[in-house]
């Protein structure tokens, strides 16, 4: 009899308790600011035309894939040495003009921001102070993330490319694995390793008389032609462009830098080169 008396007052404190728990304001989730916005509510501002969606808000985001910007390209980039004149960011400012590139070319794709963290050797074994490293379990986890948080929102095609040697097998499994996983789905996702193909790029240098002489054990300096010139279309700062003068030190790889207007301008051909090859490769993909 006790025991069914204190079955009965705690079947009563239970159901007291859901009650007043269901006239509490509802809590936030983690990371909300716990309000809630009818996502269907009307945008009240024009369109801000950006192709990248850091730049855009929800609702902007919103409205260009109701208007079939279906595509969404992730760019991953790096955070290492880039030898002396090169900042650690150099993959990601490089990305910063081809993506936007290609995504102007595709007309129906926006950019999700930058990775800048990918892979660049075991974690606990850095040699040049600035690198950032992710294990590839790490990398992979991260995009495959992001992939299936665009596919939620009515994304149709995903667009993987990297401008880092290091990231392509990481992204090439990617892709495969959840094209399996996807499979019967309206979204798809595609690696395009022609975005990053050096010899092809440098190549393309030489088309144009830009004949760099690299010597074994270039890597230290980890610097190049191409990526000089794309970076000098961004911010000639990133690659030191006054303090090398200043040293005479404005040349690479038996290039010289000089004058600035010109490599800017072959970086820029480069720039839309890329781009080129880049969409006729998503294109093709694409079913």
């Known amino acids: 009899m006790v025991r069914h008396i204190f079955y009965l007052a705690l079947l009563a404190t239970l159901v007291l308790s859901d009650s007043a728990a269901a006239q509490q304001p509802r809590q936030a989730r983690p990371g ?97 102070p600035g690198t950032l490293s992710v294990s590839v379990d790490t990398f992979k986890r991260l995009l495959a993330d992001i ?26 499994d990617l892709a495969t694995e959840l094209s399996e996983q996807w499979h019967g789905s309206e979204t798809q996702i595609h690696h395009i390793p022609e975005y990053y193909n050096w010899p092809d790029r440098q190549q393309w240098l030489r088309d144009r008389g830009i004949k760099e002489e690299i010597q074994p054990g270039w890597e230290g300096l980890h610097d190049e032609y191409s990526a000089t010139s794309i970076i000098m279309n961004i911010d000639p700062e990133k690659v030191r462009m006054e303090q090398r003068l200043e040293e005479d030190l404005f040349t690479i790889h038996g290039v010289n830098l000089a004058p600035a207007d010109e490599t800017i301008a072959i970086g820029k051909e480069l720039i839309d080169w890329i781009a080129t090859v880049t969409v006729n490769a998503i294109n093709e993909s694409v079913d």
């Open 147 to 172: 992939s299936e948080s665009l596919r939620s929102q009515g994304f149709r095609n995903i667009i993987l490319i990297g401008d880092s040697g290091g990231n392509q097998q990481a992204m090439a």
């Open 32 to 128: 909300s600011d716990g309000v809630h916005t009818d996502p269907e509510l009307r945008r009240p501002i024009p369109m801000h035309h950006s192709v990248w969606i850091e730049d855009l808000t929800w609702m902007e985001v919103r409205d260009k894939i109701h208007a079939g910007m279906t595509t969404a390209i992730i760019p991953t980039g790096g955070i290492e040495q880039n030898g002396p004149f090169l900042t650690t960011d150099k993959h990601n400012v490089i990305l910063q003009a081809t993506g936007e590139a290609i995504a102007k070319k595709l007309g129906n794709a926006l950019i999700v921001p930058i990775v800048a963290y990918v892979p660049e050797g075991p974690v606990n074994e850095i040699e040049y």
